[in-house]
C-alpha cells in the first residue's frame, strides 16, 4: 500500500517525541478509558460509529499508553518495542460488528495481537472529532488561525439539572457541578439560577434526616438551584451533587432543553494572521501540516476568514459556506464537493484525511497525561 511505505519514509523522527509521566505507573485500563471519556465523550460520537474500549480488560494494569492515529502493524511493533500496553486510536480498529475474527486479515490479525500480548485498546474517533479541544481545534491551531473560534456544525444535547438544597450548602454544589463542566453559557462558567421555597419531608424509621426528626413533617427553607449540562456529563454531575449534598436522599429534576454544548462540534473557523489568496493559503497548509495540499474550488479573492474540519470533510461543504467563512480546509474532498464550494463561492482546498488529524494527537497525550498517572506518548507513524 502506497500509504504504508510513505509513512515509514517519513521516519521515527516525523513526530514530536514527546514522553510524558515518565517517572509515574501504575493505572488500570478503566481509569484510563474513564479519563478519555472526559476529553472525548463517547454520547457525542455518530450513531454508525464505534468509540470507546475495544480490546482490553477493564480491570487490567497499564503502565504506558501509546497514541496514534491508525491502527496499524507498525503501530503494535512501536508498542512493543515500547512496552505500551494500552493504546489510544484515533481510529477505530472494530468499526463495523464483526459476525467472525479472521486472524489473517485485518482487523482481525490486530484483534487477535493485541488479545496476545495483552493490550487495550480505544478508540476516540468521531467523539474526538466533535469534542471541546478536539481535531478541528488542533488543526485551527496548527494552521496559525486567530480566535475565538466558532463551530461549523454543533453536535451534542444539553440537559438542565435541578437541585434542592439548603441555602448554606448551595454553594459548595454549585462549584461541584462547576468542576463537572456545567454551568457554562458561552464565556461564562458557573451560572446558575436561584430561587427559594420550602421543601417538605417526613422521614421513616430508618431515616437519618440531616434536620428534624423522623416520623415528623418537616418543613425547611431552601434553593432550587438550576444549572445546563452537557448532556454527556449528566452523570457525572449529579454524582457530583450528591457527593456534596448533606442529605441523606437527594431530590433532583433532570430534563432536556435546546441547545448544544460549548465547543462541541465539528469544524473551526478562525482568521488568518494576514490576508491570503488561494494559493497562498494552499502553500501555507501544505507548508504547516508537512503535506501536500489541493485547491479545489478557487474563486478568485483574498481570504481573511477560514473554516477547517479534520478529517473527512466533504458533507459539510455547505455548513462551511454559512459560517461566512472565505475557504474551507478539511480533507476527503471529491469532484462533487468541488463543484459545490465553486457553486457557494468557496475556495476550498484539500488537505488530507491523516494530515489535517495528525496535529490532534499531541494535545491529546498532553492532556492525558495530565489526568492519568503512567506514561503518554505519540506514536511516530503519520498514518
Request: glycine residues 10%.
Amino acid at each position: 500500500m502506497w500509504w504504508r511505505s510513505a509513512a515509514l519514509a517519513c521516519g521515527r523522527g516525523s513526530l514530536p517525541r514527546r514522553l510524558y509521566n515518565a517517572h509515574l505507573a501504575v493505572a488500570r485500563v478503566r481509569d484510563i478509558a474513564e479519563t478519555i471519556e472526559r476529553i472525548a465523550p463517547t454520547p457525542l460520537s455518530e450513531g454508525w460509529d464505534n468509540c470507546g474500549l475495544q480490546v482490553g480488560e477493564p480491570a487490567a494494569a497499564a503502565n504506558r499508553v501509546l497514541v496514534a492515529l491508525t491502527p496499524l502493524d507498525e503501530v503494535f511493533d512501536e508498542a512493543e518495542d515500547k512496552g505500551a500496553d494500552f493504546l489510544l486510536f484515533h481510529h477505530p480498529l472494530i468499526f463495523d460488528p464483526i459476525k467472525s475474527v479472521n486472524t489473517g486479515s485485518y482487523p482481525g490479525n490486530l484483534v487477535a495481537r493485541a488479545l496476545r500480548r495483552d493490550l487495550a485498546v480505544y478508540a476516540a474517533h468521531t467523539s474526538y472529532d466533535a469534542a471541546p479541544g478536539g481535531v478541528s481545534v488542533a488543526l485551527a491551531e496548527a494552521l496559525g488561525l486567530r480566535g475565538p473560534f466558532e463551530i461549523v456544525s454543533p453536535r451534542g444535547e444539553l440537559r438542565k439539572l435541578v437541585v434542592f438544597v439548603l441555602e448554606e450548602n448551595v454553594d459548595a454544589i454549585a462549584d461541584a457541578l462547576a468542576g463537572e463542566g456545567a454551568g457554562v453559557i458561552g464565556e461564562y462558567t458557573h451560572c446558575t439560577f436561584r430561587t427559594p421555597g420550602t421543601g417538605t419531608f417526613l422521614g421513616g424509621e430508618t431515616t437519618d434526616p440531616y434536620l428534624g426528626e423522623r416520623g415528623r413533617l418537616e418543613k425547611v427553607e431552601e434553593i432550587r438551584l438550576e444549572i445546563v449540562v452537557p448532556a454527556h456529563a449528566t452523570r457525572r454531575a449529579a454524582a457530583a451533587a450528591v457527593a456534596a449534598h448533606p442529605y441523606e436522599e437527594v431530590a433532583f429534576d433532570l430534563y432536556p432543553v435546546d441547545g448544544h454544548p460549548e465547543g462541541c462540534g465539528y469544524g473551526r473557523v478562525g482568521a488568518l494572521p494576514a490576508p491570503m489568496t488561494p494559493e497562498e493559503l494552499t502553500e501555507h497548509v501544505a507548508s504547516s501540516l508537512g503535506f501536500s495540499a489541493r485547491l479545489v474550488a478557487d474563486p478568485e479573492r483574498s481570504i481573511e476568514r477560514v473554516a477547517v474540519l479534520g478529517g473527512s470533510g466533504g458533507s459539510f461543504v455547505a455548513e462551511a459556506a454559512a459560517s461566512g467563512a472565505q475557504a474551507y480546509i478539511p480533507g476527503d474532498l471529491d469532484y462533487h464537493d468541488a463543484l459545490l464550494a465553486d457553486s457557494l463561492g468557496l475556495t476550498a482546498i484539500d488537505a488530507g484525511h491523516a494530515a489535517t488529524e495528525l496535529p490532534s494527537l499531541e494535545p491529546l497525550a498532553r492532556r492525558l497525561a495530565e489526568m492519568v498517572d503512567v506514561p503518554v506518548e505519540v506514536s511516530w507513524m503519520r498514518r
